[in-house]
């Protein structure tokens, strides 16, 4: 399994259990990029050491090799070009952010294996609900089932009602553990689609178009930064270098 294989298995799990939308509907390569499968969130599972050799395998994803995706033809043909050329641009596909891919039917039936094991069928690595996981009744054991005692009577009405209606416990507006955030002031926007953003609280992420807010591109190789950072710790060029 190479790393195109491993991307398009993450993709599909990704999709099946986050956008099921999409395994029918059509999404935009900047919503691909930015939301579904950024390479900040998920490259443990796509295996990538770098974000160019996530951007180079998302080049060769777009560009509709192995009929993984349905792609613009126009997008398609120049991809592939560039794949072809002695150094083909990473960020190539960037240019094509409006353009609609959708998941392949023909890739989606042909996806037999797992990511991890190739033995395991990706259609049945699905959490089971707590129902799937109880016992039924036949296949419990007999002396389980001979010495339950029988469930308690029901309270009566007046039993059942609280002598004072409890309060609701408050939500709390923290941003769960471990998880980056920043506190925009009055007036700041999401750098994505320009909306205001909600001041005086910790967010991670847009609430408006899902973007993360925690993080910049380097305007010199791509790389992803944190908010605040003053230069690329990949190449070194300022933050805020055009």
Not at 53 to 79: F, H, Q
Not at 95 to 120: N, Q, W, Y
Request: proline share 13%; net charge neutral; aromatic share 4%.
């Amino acid at each position: 399994m190479d790393n195109l294989d491993r991307m398009y298995r993450h993709l599909v799990r990704t999709v099946r259990n986050r956008f099921p939308q999409y395994l029918t509907q059509p999404f935009d390569v900047a919503e691909l990029q930015q939301t579904i499968l950024p390479y900040r969130l998920h490259r443990r599972e796509l295996g990538l050491e770098t974000n160019e050799d996530y951007e180079i395998t998302l080049t060769e994803l777009l560009s509709g090799a192995r009929d993984y995706l349905v792609v613009d033809e126009r997008m398609r043909d120049e991809l592939k070009a560039d794949l072809k050329s002695p150094n083909p641009d990473p960020s190539a596909y960037r240019k094509f952010s409006a353009a609609m891919v959708s998941l392949s039917p023909t890739g989606l039936r042909s996806l037999e294996a797992g990511p991890d094991d190739p033995s395991t069928p990706l259609r049945t690595m699905v959490v089971p609900t707590i129902e799937e996981t109880r016992p039924q009744a036949s296949e419990r054991a007999p002396a389980q089932a001979e010495s339950a005692a029988p469930p308690p009577p029901a309270p009566s009405r007046a039993e059942a009602r609280p002598a004072t209606s409890p309060s609701r416990p408050s939500v709390p507006s923290t941003t769960p553990a471990g998880a980056r955030a920043i506190t925009p002031q009055a007036g700041e926007r999401c750098r994505s689609c320009n909306e205001a953003l909600p001041p005086g609280r910790p967010i991670t992420f847009c609430p408006h178009c899902g973007q993360n807010v925690t993080t910049i591109n380097c305007p010199a190789c791509g790389s992803e930064l944190e908010v605040g950072w003053k230069f690329c710790p990949v190449c070194g060029r300022p933050a805020d270098a055009h």
